[in-house]
């Protein structure tokens, strides 16, 4: 697990954070806790899945998409294809984050949300 966080780590992670040792040792733990077995599970449901965008139109919940600016995993054009494709969501990227934003920027994190849902936005409004 190890070797995949840190083979792939100036991908995982925005510019700013690739000399964050304890970043990289919490990531690295967490995959730890997440085992082989789980990491190989996450990856056939990903290659696996059926392709549901065109029900993206169906969702009426409100919606935030938020991603890392930096994000490599999940391309930015897939976030922003969900966004547009998802009446009224709203697409929020989160400077000096990478695919791990509530880590790397949770300040950031926490303030988007909070201005999500205080203007009404969100899922309680």
């Given amino acids: 697990m190890d070797g995949f966080i840190l083979d792939n780590w100036p991908r995982l992670v925005a510019p700013t954070n690739v000399h ?5 040792d919490t ?4 995959a730890r806790d997440c085992g082989p077995d789980r990491l190989a599970e996450h990856a056939e449901v990903a290659i ?3 392709d549901s965008r ?3 139109a169906e969702i009426r919940q409100p919606t935030l998409v938020l991603a890392g600016a930096h994000e490599e ?10 966004a ?4 009224g969501a709203e ?3 989160i400077a000096e984050a990478g695919h791990f934003a509530p880590l790397e920027n949770p300040d950031a994190v926490a303030l ?3 201005r999500w849902l205080e203007a009404g936005s969100g899922p309680f409004s």
């Fill in 20 to 24: 964050d040792g304890s970043l990289r």
């Fill in 48 to 50: 696996s899945r059926a």
């Fill in 54 to 56: 065109r029900r993206l």
């Fill in 84 to 87: 547009a494709g998802i009446p």
């Fill in 112 to 114: 988007v949300m909070k």
């Fill in 73 to 82: 995993v999940c391309p930015l054009d897939a976030q922003q294809e969900l």
């Fill in 91 to 93: 697409l929020h990227l």
């Fill in 27 to 30: 990531i690295v733990a967490m």
